[in-house]
């Protein structure tokens, strides 16, 4: 199983390893390349709407899975414990909604309101909730 070493830093070096992530609590980012091996730069904005850190005093674990759906590789994987867990890749109409819940959840989340021509966004909220909730569980 593939891992990655982790680094606590201030600033993002200009020069990324493989099998590393670099974290930066300052500006609750971290940075690695894809675990798929090619080469792009995966970047992981820490809040509320987007990715969550633990450290557990030993390894890390990202939160939720990484979905690199603009890269031509479209890996898709967890980090967990400082290992890499494959996951299955997405179709398009999954990136679709995937996208239009993680604007749904950033609007709800800072209280705009909600603009969807899609009737039951409540109902698919609380569906991807309970995904999200079900998939830190592996």
Known sequence: MK?????????????????TI??????????????CGCGNEVITPFSPTDWSLTFNGESITLS???????????SHYFIRNNEIHWAG????EEIKKGKE?????????YNK???SSNPDNESRIKKWNFWKWLITKF
């Open 64 to 74: 939720p899975s990484i979905g690199n759906w603009n890269f031509d590789c479209r």
């Open 101 to 109: 819940y993680d604007k749904i959840s950033k609007e709800v989340y």
């Open 113 to 115: 309101k909600v603009k």
């Open 89 to 92: 890749s997405w179709t398009d």
């Open 22 to 35: 670099y974290i930066s609590i300052e500006y609750s980012t971290a940075v690695h390349k894809c675990c």
């Open 3 to 19: 891992t990655l070493t982790h680094k606590f830093v201030e600033f993002i070096p200009e020069n990324i390893q493989e099998n």
